[in-house]
């Protein structure tokens, strides 16, 4: 089975083309920047993971009119290798991700913000109930075990 999800921004605009002949088909090829999930050591900062993309058809349409650069989208597709002779001779290999669907991971509003979704504190209104004294925070991230209930722990 060849089958990829993906979600992340596009570097930069699509670039769109028309197949030549009679039935004409859209072509549009992106760049989705992947964050990677864990880091390496040494590595400081975010990385990412740069993975060209191409849609045809009505989601190359799609992709023409509604996708820009630093959109987050989220693509289904799958994977596809090639490869072509470039103008020195020297034989280059491709893979791309062949875009069998793809939508949007983010509403317009939050997109425009530059991507990054505001939370605001909640209101003293909403604010959560005191915990009772057995499940409060020590502070160091674990809880409170009230003295006497040793003997009630499953281990030692």
Do not use: W
């Amino acid at each position: 089975m060849n089958k990829v999800i993906l979600m992340g921004r596009l570097t930069r605009d699509p670039e769109v083309r028309y197949s030549a002949g009679d039935n004409s088909m859209a072509i549009a090829r992106y760049t989705l920047a992947v964050d990677r999930r864990f880091r390496r050591d040494g590595d400081s900062g975010s990385s990412a993971d740069f993975i060209g993309c191409v849609a045809f058809g009505r989601s190359a349409e799609f992709a023409e009119k509604y996708l820009r650069q630093g959109t987050k989208i989220v693509i289904t597709g799958r994977i596809q290798t090639g490869s072509y002779t470039n103008r020195d001779g020297q034989k280059v290999y491709t893979t791309d991700v062949v875009v069998e669907d793809q939508e949007f991971a983010e509403s317009k509003s939050a997109s425009s913000e530059g991507g990054s979704m505001m939370r605001q504190a909640p209101s003293p209104s909403h604010a959560a109930p005191m915990p009772s004294p057995a499940s409060a925070s020590s502070g160091d991230g674990f809880m409170n075990i009230p003295d006497g209930i040793d003997e009630e722990l499953p281990f030692n």
